[in-house]
């Protein structure tokens, strides 16, 4: 290899889509980023517009290697990493959805998940998967999209509807890293990580499994051919013809937490990280074992590289952090982000407020799809930076919440913890997290670590980088946060989270909320 080559990887996420070119040394040397709409059809369901991510995907790949003065033809591979569970239907034919994209964030189909926990399908689902049931995943998005998709998006001249062409394989089903390898190589794959959050996908045999098919209705025709993260026949190359006017191999994918898990070099059992984004995912690598999960978290895929076995990890998915923030600025209460530090800083607690931002339900390890948002705790004294720290707060006790459920699970004392994200930058949130689960928390140098994780996987399937100690030489510590709170005090803040947790789960009850 050369040094005037590189591995580019396309992040796709819940708010929008970014390109980032990583040199040997997995430096950025070139970034471009671009928001995309999110549209609330109904109270609780969110969805985005595939078409719109996939013209802002070749945006901001554009953008960002003239930036840098790279040539396409310098790029040695491509990775991908995606929001996960999000679901896409699309012509085969035509290659547009047949529908918008149904966001994992999304609630419309809780109904259904109760359905299956009164008729006992749960533990079936548990034991296959993984899994909790709950309309996180992609499984009932997908069931949902064949029922009610609209026919007419379709070509006119065929009067077939949405579900009876997915069973001659004429609409396809993929989550996104499965619509982004379509539209810049033209196969229609996903990989294991991805596989694994669709609810349809046996994590033991490795393949889709039929009963789960035919419980949701999902035919297999539609669905993708299932390949490693890190795919040394690689999954295609763009078409030279094409946007970039290159050739160049697509060869590494990964949901963005299993992404931020190899981007963080957590390659050992027992390493763990925790991703900052929309929501805060903690994921603890547990080697070749799927460690079943007694105490409400998910057991998932965390990569496979190609030839080696399935590397498996344990799962706490926080729905609502980064996005309690935005919620601040929607309420005005703050007018950036980069406010809250500063803000909750000026006041010397909450005053007893506290802020469960449970908008689209509870995740690990509480699992209540009804919970919602709730604020406890106010006087006529309370100000906004009280609430502004309590929200910051709350993204610290969810993921207390998750590693105490991880300890229980994994009987390894987190003494230790690698984070990542937009929100890490903010030291006052790092060091309250530090605070409040009494361990030490660790910041990478580069924190964009589910963009780095894709890339890498990109990179070893094309010979880039060697292995995986050239990866673990590569990561470097910015800056380690230890507890400075007593512990007992910070026991006492968590019991009364607990309380306002219990405020706020049911409350979505049937008919006041989807």
Known sequence: MTDNTYVGAVDQGTTGTRFMVFDHGGQVVANAYEKHEQHYPEPGWVEHDPLEIWENTKRVITAALERAAIDPGQ?????????????????????????????????????????????????????????????????????????????????????????????????????????????????????????????????????????????????????????????????????????????????????????????????????????????????????????????GLLTTIGFQRAGEPVQYALEGSIFITGAAIEWLEDLTLIDDPTETAELARSVESTDGVYVVPAFTGLGAPHWDQRARGTVVGMTRGTRREHLVRATLESIAYQTRDVAEAMEADSDIEMTSLKVDGGAVKNNFLCQLQSDIIGSEIVRPVVDETTALGSAYAAGLAVGYWTGLEELRNNWQVDREFEPRLARSTADEKYARWMDAVDCARGWATDGADP
């Open 75 to 295: 790029l040695e591979a491509i990775g991908v990493t995606n929001q996960r569970e999000t679901t896409v239907l699309w012509d085969a034919e035509t290659g547009k959805p047949v529908h918008n994209a149904i966001v994992w964030q999304d609630r419309r189909t809780t109904d259904r998940i109760e359905e299956l926990e009164d008729n006992g399908g749960v533990e079936t689902i548990r034991e296959k998967t993984g899994l909790e049931a709950d309309a996180y995943f992609s499984a009932t998005k997908a069931e949902w999209l064949l029922d009610n998709a609209d026919p007419i998006k379709l070509e006119r001249s065929r009067p077939d509807d949405v579900r009876d062409r997915a069973e001659s394989g004429d609409v396809l089903f993929g989550t996104i890293d499965s619509w982004l390898v379509y539209n810049l190589t033209g196969a229609h794959v996903t990989e294991v990580t991805n596989a694994s959050r669709t609810m349809l996908y046996n994590i033991h045999d490795l393949e889709w499994d039929d009963d789960l098919l035919a419980a949701f209705s999902v035919p297999r025709a539609m669905l993708p051919e299932v390949r490693p993260s890190s795919d040394d026949d690689t999954y295609g190359t763009t078409d030279p013809d094409g946007f970039l006017g290159a050739e160049i191999p697509v060869a590494g994918a990964l949901g963005d937490q299993q992404a931020a898990l190899f981007g963080q070099t957590c390659f050992d059992a027992g390493d763990a990280k925790n991703t900052y984004g929309t929501g805060s995912f903690f994921l603890m690598n547990t080697g070749d074992e799927a460690v079943e999960s007694e105490h």
